[in-house]
């Protein structure tokens, strides 16, 4: 099996998994069975992140055709919600399951609702960070670059829901999506965690040097941030607050590659964390898990 398709497996497969651990009251009146037949529009693929509305509502996700779809639940099923290219077509993009096209109709990664003013911030890697509205259609560029170096991987995103302060990350300065297997076979170090002021509108860049920079996560009382590195096999904390301000230490060393990061109601975070690969994008192994870890980086479940 390629890294290609087996990334295509883990998206499915995590697709479930994370909504019933990091959104237990979504399913704590339905049966694991009934749930499991929440499934996609035929057609699509690549779910990425999974987030619910000020109004909880939903949930939504991107997918890898460049679109954010809506759960209008199961007599509606999923709805079209937003894009982020001015350049989509439903000719050229709709149904699209690899990368081919993805610079023209977009690639929707990191998704998070400003639950007091609605508006959903979006990561797209070959766009930036945008915002759409409660209403959804075409999302607003906020923002493509920083520093003088332009975002070309933004990946996931996170927001501090007292301040509306967005946290975002940029996987690699040297690859696009579409390179990403030689992101991770090269080594690559050059992804970054940023944050975004609403009011000045301006980035500022927190890490640097960063090993495949992926999921993002404030903690819940907001003294620091997680970041995924997936190519070095573990969980970053960047201090925000307290004597360790704009510091980082290692949260958690991993067996495997860790992708998306959520925090629960708890404070506890969820990891989707896939299988190491070898030098020719083969998977060591077959398995993929998600592990839960408290405010100090225990694993408490696998």
């Given at each position: 099996?390629?890294?290609?398709?087996?990334?295509?497996?883990?998206?499915?497969?995590?697709?479930?998994?994370?909504?019933?651990?990091?959104?237990?009251?979504?399913?704590s009146?339905?049966?694991?069975?009934q749930?499991?037949?929440?499934?996609?529009?035929?057609?699509?693929?690549?779910?990425?992140?999974?987030?619910?509305?000020?109004?909880?509502?939903?949930?939504?996700?991107?997918v890898?055709?460049?679109?954010?779809?809506?759960?209008?639940?199961?007599?509606?099923?999923?709805?079209?919600?937003?894009?982020?290219?001015?350049?989509?077509?439903?000719?050229?993009?709709?149904?699209?399951?690899d990368?081919?096209?993805?610079?023209?109709c977009?690639?929707p990664?990191?998704?998070?609702?400003?639950?007091?003013?609605?508006?959903?911030?979006?990561?797209?890697?070959?766009?930036?960070?945008?915002?759409?509205?409660?209403?959804g259609?075409?999302?607003?560029?906020l923002?493509?670059?920083?520093?003088?170096?332009?975002?070309?991987?933004?990946?996931?995103?996170?927001i501090?829901?007292?301040?509306?302060?967005?946290?975002?990350?940029?996987?690699?300065?040297?690859?696009?999506?579409w390179?990403?297997?030689?992101a991770?076979?090269?080594?690559?170090?050059?992804?970054?965690?940023?944050?975004?002021?609403?009011?000045?509108?301006?980035v500022?860049?927190?890490?640097?040097?960063?090993?495949?920079?992926?999921?993002?996560?404030?903690?819940?009382?907001?003294?620091?941030?997680?970041?995924?590195?997936?190519?070095?096999?573990?969980?970053?904390?960047?201090?925000?607050?307290g004597?360790?301000?704009?510091?980082r230490?290692?949260?958690?060393?991993?067996?495997?590659?860790?992708?998306?990061?959520?925090?629960?109601?708890?404070?506890?975070?969820?990891?989707?964390?896939?299988?190491?690969?070898?030098?020719?994008?083969?998977?060591?192994q077959?398995?993929?898990?998600?592990?839960?870890?408290?405010?100090?980086?225990?694993?408490?479940?696998?």
């Open positions: 099996m390629t890294k290609s398709a087996f990334s295509s497996l883990i998206s499915f497969a995590v697709f479930p998994l994370i909504v019933m651990w990091v959104f237990p009251q979504l399913v009146s339905v049966s694991r069975r749930y499991d037949q929440l499934e996609l529009p035929s057609g699509t693929y690549g779910p990425e992140t999974l987030v619910f509305d000020c109004d909880g509502e939903g949930p939504y996700t991107g890898s055709d460049g679109r954010i779809l809506k759960w209008h639940g199961s007599e509606v099923g999923w709805k079209d919600f937003a894009v982020t290219s001015p350049l989509r077509t439903s000719r050229l993009c709709d149904g699209l399951s990368t081919s096209a993805e610079h023209v977009g690639r990664l990191g998704l998070k609702f400003n639950q007091a003013t609605c508006d959903l911030y979006i990561a797209d890697a070959y766009f930036g960070l945008l915002v759409v509205g409660r209403k259609g075409l999302a607003r560029q923002a493509t670059s920083a520093e003088g170096i332009p975002f070309l991987f933004a990946n996931a995103v996170d501090d829901q007292k301040t509306g302060t967005v946290y975002f990350t940029d996987t690699s300065t040297r690859f696009r999506r390179e990403f297997g030689i991770m076979e090269s080594g690559d170090n050059t992804g970054r965690l940023m944050r975004y002021d609403p009011k000045t509108k301006k500022k860049v927190l890490l640097k040097h960063l090993f495949f920079a992926n999921g993002v996560a404030l903690s819940r009382n907001g003294s620091f941030l997680l970041v995924t590195e997936t190519n070095a096999n573990r969980v970053l904390r960047f201090w925000l607050e004597p360790r301000s704009q510091t230490d290692v949260f958690a060393k991993l067996d495997g590659c860790p992708d998306n990061i959520e925090r629960n109601p708890k404070g506890e975070f969820w990891v989707a964390q896939n299988p190491k690969f070898d030098s020719i994008g083969t998977p060591l077959t398995n993929i898990s998600a592990l839960k870890l408290d405010e100090e980086g225990k694993v408490l479940r696998v």
